[in-house]
């Protein structure tokens, strides 16, 4: 584990894992409808479950992470785009436990942007990833720092920190303050 907030325990990273390749997976059509011949999402998705399982090492893993973000280059519209990165947060919560948040992130923010006639598509998808929280992966992501908080990792500043990736998060996380 390294120095920040943001990594969690070995133990804690698999036990979101799980979590934040279900929000991954249930968007992946998203992608696939885009991208039929590109595998590099599902991959990543296989790979975070893989972990979870104690199938994979960090290490391995962490070599790996930024394989699926290259796939977002292969999606055609900014939904697609979307579930490819919500991918490869998944495979990244290996290396740091707060990819996960970004993985629901971007699950959620794939999902408003393919439904824009739909003006609660993106707080449908936040609630449906929260109904798949288990308590302990629940426990895990509580002891996250807020985001924008810490610095060192996904949750400090950056891509996460604004816009509808930010609003996500923070809808997450109060969610769990209030658990």
């Known amino acids: 584990m390294t120095g920040s907030p943001q990594s969690l325990s070995e133990t804690e990273r698999r036990i979101v894992a799980a979590w934040a390749a279900d929000c991954a997976e249930h968007v992946l059509p998203l992608f696939e409808a885009e991208a039929p011949d590109d595998d590099r999402a599902r991959d990543a998705i296989d790979r975070a479950r893989a972990f979870a399982r104690g199938e994979l090492t960090a290490a391995g893993e962490i070599r790996r992470r930024f394989v699926a973000g290259r796939s977002a280059a292969s999606a055609h519209t900014p939904a697609g785009r979307a579930a490819a990165r919500a991918a490869a947060q998944a495979a990244g919560v290996a290396h740091m436990g707060a990819h996960a948040l970004g993985a629901a992130a971007y699950a959620a923010t794939a999902v408003g942007l ?16 929260l109904e ?26 950056g891509l996460l920190t604004s816009g509808t990736l930010a609003t996500v998060i923070r809808r997450i996380q109060a969610h769990l303050v209030q658990d």
Do not use: I, K, S, Y
């Open 114 to 129: 393919a439904r824009p006639d739909a003006p609660d598509a993106l707080g449908t998808e936040v609630r449906w990833q």
């Open 132 to 157: 798949r929280l288990t308590p302990e992966a629940a426990a895990a992501l509580r002891t996250l720092p807020l985001l924008g908080v810490d610095t060192a990792g996904p949750l400090g500043p």
